[in-house]
Structures are given as C-alpha cells and as structure tokens.
C-alpha cells in the first residue's frame, strides 16, 4: 500500500448554521469530527486542520492518535486549512487525500476503496470520490507532483483549480449512494438527514 497520509479539512465557521457548529453535531454519540477523524485514522495517518486553540474543536479530537494544525488564517478560507496542513506531510509520503470533515455518512470502507484505486490506475495523479451514479465527490488523493500547485492555493475553492487543470488524469472512484458528496450546512440540513435516519 503506499504511503498516503489525509488531511482532514476542519477549520471553517459554519456560517449557514445558525450560530451552531456543524463540526460539532453529534453522530452515533460521538461529535461529528471526531467520528470523522476516527474513520480517517482506519485509512491512514491523519493531519487536522482547524481554528486556533482555544476552540471546542480541539476538545473532539482530544486523545486521537492525529497531528493537529491551528491555521491561523483559517477566515481566508478552505486553501488556507489545506496549505497550512500540507506543509506537514512527511516529505516519504506518495501523495496524500484530502477529507472533508462534513460528510456523515462518509465511511472506513469508502476511504480504503479510494486510497486502493491510487495502486489500480497509476496513470493518473487525481483520485476522487463519487456518487454511486458518478457525481464527483470527495475525498480526493492528489498525487505528490501537484504538491507544488496545492501549496500555493488561495481563497475558498478548495482544489478544484487542480482538479480542473488535471482533468485528463483523474480516476473516479464509485462510493454507495451520496456518501461522497452528502453534507450537512444548516439546521434543517441536519433536522432533515436524522428524520430520514431514524425510520
């Protein structure tokens, strides 16, 4: 298996939610980061990104075995999470995934079948997540020749400059139904996705 460390993106506002943290939600007892940084560590080692301490983030993810980085300029948006935790991948590290940490129903399984497809189509240098009809989703592998152009990222669009100027060399990696696109950004969101769980 190669060496493929995860960045976990955990250190936006949650502006659309109503004064709550979406991050902070409570999934299967547990808040939903740190079920999320749980299901990562399955997969492999594990970097979070989140707000500087003091934050209650930091108290989820208390006694995990993951490396955790304040980001400083975490307001920027999500390239300022992804550069600060970039920089701290091993320098032995084949390519790395980056997680969001907003996708309940995201699982171990669907984290190992991507990070497989990395070693089944070598060809390509992008590895991403899709809906079980082939939606693109997350997470996404980005192999170690495009650290350069992730590092120098700006704003709130993630990678998808990347993504986009790679297109020809990315492999889609078919996950169960929406577990690789479905997020929860609001209160209703949420009220909606436990109505539907509990039936």
Same mark, same amino acid.
């Given at each position: 298996?190669?060496?493929?460390p995860?960045?976990?993106?955990?250190?936006?506002q949650?502006?659309?939610m109503?004064?709550t943290?979406?991050l902070?939600?409570?999934?299967?007892? !547990?808040? =939903?980061?740190?079920r999320? *940084?749980?299901?990562?560590?399955? $997969?492999?080692? +594990?970097? %979070?990104a &989140?707000p500087?301490?003091?934050?209650?983030r930091?108290?989820?993810v208390?006694?995990?075995?993951v490396?955790?980085?304040?980001?400083?300029d975490?307001?920027?948006?999500m390239n !300022?999470? =992804?550069r600060?935790?970039? *920089?701290?991948?091993?320098?032995? $590290?084949?390519? +790395?995934? %980056?997680? &969001?940490a907003?996708?309940?129903?995201?699982?171990?399984?669907?984290?190992?079948?991507v990070?497989t497809?990395v070693?089944?189509?070598?060809?390509?240098?992008i590895?991403?997540? !899709?809906?079980?009809?082939?939606?693109?989703?997350?997470?996404?592998?980005?192999?170690?020749?495009?650290?350069?152009? &992730?590092?120098?990222?700006?704003?709130d669009?993630?990678?998808?400059?990347?993504?986009?100027?790679?297109?020809?060399?990315?492999h889609?990696?078919?996950?169960p139904?929406?577990? !690789?696109?479905?997020?929860?950004?609001?209160?209703?969101?949420?009220?909606?996705?436990?109505?539907?769980?509990?039936?």
């Amino acid at each position: 298996m190669k060496n493929i460390p995860i960045i976990l993106l955990a250190a936006g506002q949650s502006r659309r939610m109503a004064g709550t943290d979406k991050l902070m939600q409570m999934v299967d007892g !547990a808040p =939903l980061l740190r079920r999320t *940084a749980q299901t990562a560590m399955q $997969a492999g080692p +594990v970097i %979070v990104a &989140l707000p500087p301490a003091p934050h209650p983030r930091h108290d989820a993810v208390k006694g995990l075995n993951v490396l955790v980085v304040g980001i400083p300029d975490a307001d920027e948006g999500m390239n !300022a999470s =992804l550069r600060g935790a970039l *920089a701290h991948v091993p320098p032995n $590290a084949d390519a +790395v995934m %980056v997680l &969001l940490a907003d996708l309940p129903e995201i699982t171990e399984s669907d984290l190992l079948q991507v990070t497989t497809s990395v070693q089944k189509h070598p060809e390509c240098l992008i590895w991403r997540g !899709a809906t079980a009809t082939g939606k693109p989703g997350h997470p996404v592998v980005f192999d170690r020749s495009l650290f350069e152009e &992730l590092s120098h990222l700006t704003g709130d669009e993630g990678a998808q400059s990347v993504v986009r100027a790679f297109k020809d060399a990315v492999h889609l990696q078919q996950l169960p139904g929406e577990n !690789a696109l479905l997020d929860l950004d609001t209160p209703e969101d949420w009220a909606r996705w436990r109505a539907k769980k509990s039936k």
